[in-house]
């Protein structure tokens, strides 16, 4: 399977000090690929720097070939990348159909008939025609999110990149937004996902990286990393636990 994003040797942070510290990683067409880690270990971080909201120091990121590196962040939509924040995500002063409206408009998406969902993307969100004159900040934390995704999936990216989906979700909602998530990927879109909840991600996800302290720890499929008693003592960052089928860091 080919690969459609790869990330070598990142470097990136704020002020003096750098925060990534050299990260690699390969994402394959078609794949879910989550990234864990304790907080403060760069996760966002790295995200948004893919993203171009932060530059890189070294390192490049290339999607399917093409260096992006110099790309704006508009520029990097364009070429195939969307992200989803994990907040500020929506225009909450703006109702449902005027954040859609600007997504397509920001990112020059084409228009389908004139609609402010294609087809395929009311038949994934079914909910948010309903909700189009509602302000998005009078909408739940998981229809926002949904909204966040759709805002994304108007302009057709090669990979979505998501900070923290689930974060401040109850349960029942947090689910949704995995099934969600699932059936984007079934759309043929890779996903790169960052997540605290490490247990329900990885249940939706082909292969698990453990960032800590700046670096790639461990990298490996998602259900061996699953599977394992001690899965707290990997998610801090100690690689010596992790089975053998994960390997080192890449």
Do not use: W
Not at 31 to 59: D, H, Q, Y
Not at 94 to 116: C, D, H, P, Q, Y
Not at 210 to 234: F, I, Q, T, W, Y
Request: a positive charge; proline letters at 5%.
């Amino acid at each position: 399977m080919s690969e459609v994003l790869r990330v070598s040797g990142l470097h990136a942070g704020y002020g003096a000090g750098d925060i990534l510290k050299g990260v690699d990683l390969a994402l394959e067409k078609g794949r879910i690929v989550t990234m864990i880690g304790p907080n403060g270990c760069g996760k966002s971080t790295f995200i948004k720097t893919l993203a171009g909201l932060l530059p890189a120091r070294e390192g490049t990121i290339e999607l399917e070939g093409e260096r992006l590196n110099e790309l704006s962040p508009p520029k990097r939509v364009r070429a195939g990348v969307a992200y989803v924040p994990q907040e500020y995500n929506v225009f909450r002063n703006l109702t449902v159909l005027e954040n859609l409206k600007i997504a397509r408009e920001f990112m020059s998406a084409k228009r389908v008939n004139g609609k402010a969902l294609d087809d395929d993307l009311i038949a994934l969100f079914p909910e948010l025609p309903a909700h189009f004159g509602k302000k998005a900040g009078n909408l739940s934390g998981g229809q926002r999110q949904m909204l966040a995704f759709a805002c994304a999936l108007t302009v057709r990216p090669k990979v979505l990149m998501l900070d923290e989906p689930s974060a401040g979700l109850s349960p029942l909602l947090m689910s949704a937004v995995f099934e969600k998530v699932k059936k984007v990927n079934a759309m043929g879109v890779s996903i790169l996902m960052v997540e605290q909840n490490a247990r329900e991600a990885l249940r939706i996800s082909d292969t698990c990286i453990v960032l800590a302290g700046g670096r790639v720890r461990s990298c490996g499929p998602a259900d061996a990393v699953l599977g394992m008693k001690d899965l707290n003592r990997l998610y801090l960052g100690d690689a010596s636990v992790a089975p053998s089928r994960v390997s080192d860091a890449l």
